[in-house]
């Protein structure tokens, strides 16, 4: 069953989405409030997220903005903003589509079915020594525990992984970064790879990054 998460202030249009979402069979999660929401999304670790612009607190595009520089997970924005400009902004920030309210709710489950789709179709599950990695979402999975890599973390693992036993200099992890869009100078690449190590250490890959001086990184 799918888990579905709403981000919506208005308690009417949530407890219409959450009827129209588990008549449809998916599964519902809701914020216990509008703090913290960042956290509460990564304890929840949804398969879509329904994000409406105008929340307390924080905007839903600097949110989408956040979310989008650590994870893929799917995000639908349903908004009453209606101008095409809108629309523009959050796409350019990384919606993976944008309805406005009113809304059908036929239409509404025709683009949530749409968008679970793309993203099952593009996604990819890799094993390390007994973890399963799901490059679309992040995450590392041994037995019930689940670790969640940042977006530049799972960049950096995935093309590791893809060439494991050889070394891989620092200059092609910059340049893989660079080439998803993603901007990282040389200490930040370190400070990454550090992260990386511990993530790998606490689910019970200790030492499975060697460090080559002067020439880069081997996944063991």
């Not at 888990?3 to 219409?16: H, Q, S």
């Not at 509460?40 to 409406?52: A, F, N």
């Not at 994870?71 to 095409?84: D, Y």
Request: negative net charge; glycine residues 4%; proline residues 2%.
């Amino acid at each position: 069953m799918k888990k579905i998460m709403i981000l919506e202030d208005d308690r009417t249009i949530v407890e219409e989405l959450k009827e129209i979402l588990q008549n449809s069979g998916y599964q519902v999660c809701l914020l216990k409030d509008f703090e913290n929401i960042e956290q509460q999304i990564e304890e929840t670790i949804p398969d879509l997220i329904l994000l409406d612009i105008n929340l307390p607190y924080q905007n839903g595009n600097y949110i989408l903005q956040n979310l989008r520089k650590k994870s893929n997970v799917p995000i639908i924005m349903v908004t009453s903003k209606n101008s095409e400009a809108d629309e523009v902004l959050s796409m350019s920030y990384g919606a993976d589509d944008y309805i406005t309210k009113p809304y059908n709710p036929n239409i509404l489950l025709l683009r949530i079915g749409a968008v679970l789709k793309r993203f099952e179709k593009g996604s990819e599950v890799k094993t390390y020594k007994g973890i399963e990695v799901n490059m679309q979402k992040g995450i590392l999975k041994k037995a019930e525990e689940e670790i969640i890599l940042t977006k530049n973390e799972m960049i950096i693992f995935n093309y590791l992984l893809n060439h494991q036993k050889e070394i891989v200099t620092r200059d092609e992890l910059m340049t893989t970064l660079w080439n998803n869009e993603e901007y990282i100078n040389d200490n930040a690449l370190s400070v990454n790879i550090s992260r990386l190590r511990a993530k790998l250490k606490s689910i019970g890959c200790e030492n499975a990054i060697d460090t080559r001086k002067k020439i880069g990184y081997l996944l063991k």
